[in-house]
């Protein structure tokens, strides 16, 4: 049985920190790139951001770059998604995902497994 398992979500001030973890399980993890994409309330999911399997190329959307990096640990079978500089507009419910390709951008379809959700809020 797959597992994704998404922590490290929580409160913070405009301008904070937050590192977001996903611990996976049941799945040959190194052979799947992985996403992180969001949903705020009322709007459609969003990319956020995308690595491979190896760990060597990453890709991001717009509204994040240069302020999130996406990493993993594939001893771990886990990836992070370290934010800083975060904004209001960053709130919304942060997901994992384990992906049938590696490509900049959500749909549907791309996604194998995807965790429950963690949620993030910035205050202005």
């Known amino acids: 049985q797959v597992q994704l398992v998404e922590s490290g979500g929580g409160l913070v001030q405009a301008g904070g920190s937050l590192r977001l973890s996903c611990a996976a399980s049941?799945?040959?993890?190194?052979?799947?790139?992985m996403d992180w994409f969001r949903q705020a309330p009322g709007k459609e999911r969003e990319f956020v951001a995308a690595i491979t399997g190896s760990g060597g190329f990453t890709l991001y959307g717009d509204s994040v770059k240069g302020r999130f990096t996406i990493s993993r640990d594939n001893a771990k079978s886990t990836v992070y998604l370290q934010m800083n500089n975060l904004k209001p507009e960053d709130t919304a419910v942060y997901y994992c995902?384990?992906?049938?390709?590696?490509?900049?951008?959500?749909?549907?379809?791309?996604?194998?497994?995807w965790g429950q959700g963690t949620q993030v809020t910035v205050s202005s």
């Open positions: 049941g799945l040959t993890f190194s052979t799947y790139p």
């Open positions: 995902a384990a992906a049938r390709k590696y490509s900049g951008s959500y749909s549907e379809d791309k996604y194998h497994y």
